[in-house]
């Protein structure tokens, strides 16, 4: 198992390339899972699921299983939000994992920006960007820029630089939590 990111502000296209990312990966042969970085309290089942009540109810865990899929809830109740590398750590063995989000985690991510949005780059700030995906110019870029509209070279560069999961898992627990990346503000003209 090997685990690479993709890092950027809101708005950067983050999970449109992932979508893109995934089956070309996929059409390679190569078996994905992604951990995706949520804000705040959000649902993946609703009021009126038996799943949802049973959380409601105070079940610590639910399981729901089917013969198409399961998935597990886990309600942290007045626990800390778990660390990328005890995410990582609950994955099934795949080829490659890639983490949307985390951008402050010491794992090897490439960074995602667009223009259009208006913020500034992450790699002057946020660890271990190895490749940016751009759909600009990148001047004074210290790793490979790559155009964000071209899957096949972030794929490519995705199985180059990604890490095997056991020192990403490493590297995360020696640098402890990581700090809060500031708010993106507008590059001042």
């Known amino acids: 198992m090997r685990a690479i990111g993709l890092a950027g502000w809101s708005g950067a296209g983050k999970t449109t390339l992932l979508l893109r990312l995934i089956p070309e990966l996929a059409q390679r042969g190569l078996t994905v899972s992604t951990v995706k970085h949520a804000h705040h309290a959000f649902e993946v089942d609703e009021p009126g699921k038996d799943s949802f009540e049973h959380r409601a109810a105070g079940a610590r865990e639910v399981l729901v299983a089917s013969e198409r899929r399961w998935a597990l809830m886990h309600e942290l109740r007045a626990e800390p939000e778990p660390g990328l590398a005890e995410l990582l750590a609950r994955l099934s063995p795949v080829d490659l994992v890639i983490v949307e989000g985390f951008k402050a985690a010491a794992h ?82």
């Open 108 to 189: 090897p991510k490439i960074e995602v920006h667009r223009a259009q949005n208006g913020k500034p780059f992450l790699f002057p700030e946020v660890p271990n960007v190895v490749a940016i995906a751009a759909d600009c110019p990148v001047p004074g870029a210290p790793v490979p820029v790559l155009p964000l509209d071209d899957v096949g070279a972030v794929a490519d560069a995705a199985l180059a630089l990604a890490e095997p999961l056991a020192d990403v898992v490493a590297a995360l627990a020696a640098a402890g939590p990581p700090a809060r990346v500031a708010p993106a503000r507008a590059p001042r003209p």
